[in-house]
């Protein structure tokens, strides 16, 4: 005979049942299972650029071996999670990618105080010194992220032209040419050498090219051989010992409430992997891949070249006035721009000093 339990009962041996599963499922979950981290890592350029392969991709393998697997970063280059290269800040903002590598140059007016980085008479040509510079001085430029959380900020060696058919010696030789630009300083300068910019993102720039909608680019040498520039364009000019037309500052940064979210472990090995820990070692490989992209255009049976004092001169003194209407904006809008170019260059040359 079966004596059936009343059904009062029934709730408390339910209930004890319950515990006694949840407690065996803990039982049974170590530690690191209950925090392993996966994080996305959106970016715009193709998985064989020198981006990818020597800068994020190790980063991402240097977190999850420092975390011994708790972290785990998971790369989509060439915006694999949809959406356009100008989007991915507010990708990175909203949470819809975890971190994001992009141009600050990519949303106008965003960043503005960052952008003294990029002015033409500001930047000297090394990436790795622009790069501890800009860490010398962050704190002076952090209100530009109140919203994520920057694990790098950092440039390029810097924008050498690359042109289609003409070679240049002067800003008379760009007369109404039509350049791509990276930025609205970049725009600036373009107008000041007396060409036409054209912005857009950086993928579209072979599109670009081949159609003949430019006739030339602002860009560091170390995209040409992913983007096979070397191939759409004849002439690459830059200045002396690398001096550039200003460069491009980009943005690695991972969303706020996600970074804040991470156990505090697991925030040390990303700490550890941001700032001035990585900023020179970053310089290093943008400067280090520009040799490539010089090689790539000469071998294809274009031409490379370094524009004399007094040539170099001539466009220093137009762009000039691309940091006067930077100063001038930065005042409408509350800033010390003035001092920021200042600092900045005394920081620049600084770090020339020390490396």
Excluded at 302 to 328: K, P, Y
Aim: proline share 7%.
């Amino acid at each position: 005979m079966h004596m059936r339990l009343p059904s009062r009962k029934r709730p408390v041996l339910f209930s004890i049942m319950a515990i006694s599963t949840i407690v065996l499922s803990l039982s049974f979950t170590t530690p690191s299972q209950a925090e392993d981290t996966v994080l996305t890592l959106h970016h715009f350029l193709s998985p064989k650029s020198a981006t990818h392969t020597k800068f994020l991709a190790p980063w991402a393998t240097r977190v999850q071996e420092q975390s011994d697997g708790a972290i785990e970063v998971k790369l989509f280059p060439s915006m694999a999670l949809g959406g356009k290269p100008p989007e991915l800040y507010r990708q990175v903002r909203d949470g819809a990618a975890d971190i994001v590598w992009t141009l600050i140059g990519y949303t106008p007016g965003v960043f503005p105080r960052s952008e003294v980085f990029e002015l033409p008479t500001v930047h000297q040509g090394s990436a790795e010194v622009t790069n501890l510079a800009i860490q010398e001085l962050f704190d002076e430029i952090a209100d530009d992220y109140p919203d994520i959380h920057p694990i790098l900020i950092h440039v390029h060696a810097g924008n050498a032209l690359h042109m289609v058919s003409q070679d240049v010696r002067s800003p008379k030789d760009l007369t109404g040419v039509k350049l791509r630009t990276p930025s609205r300083t970049g725009a600036w300068m373009i107008e000041a050498f007396g060409a036409e910019p054209v912005g857009m993102p950086v993928p579209e720039l072979p599109q670009a090219l081949s159609r003949g909608a430019v006739d030339g680019a602002l860009v560091p040498f170390e995209v040409m051989p992913p983007l096979k520039l070397h191939q759409l364009t004849n002439h690459s000019v830059e200045g002396r010992d690398g001096q550039r037309f200003g460069t491009s500052v980009f943005l690695f940064a991972m969303n706020k409430e996600r970074y804040e979210a991470l156990p505090p472990e697991q925030k040390a090995i990303i700490d550890a992997n941001s700032g001035i820990a990585i900023a020179g070692d970053v310089g290093r490989i943008w400067d280090g891949n520009e040799e490539a992209g010089k090689a790539a255009q000469m071998t294809s049976g274009g031409t490379v070249s370094t524009l004399n004092d007094r040539q170099m001169q001539a466009f220093i003194a137009r762009s000039e006035t691309v940091t006067a209407r930077w100063i001038e904006e930065m005042a409408k809008r509350g800033i010390d721009g003035a001092g920021l170019v200042e600092r900045a260059r005394e920081a620049i040359a600084r770090n020339q000093t020390i490396n």
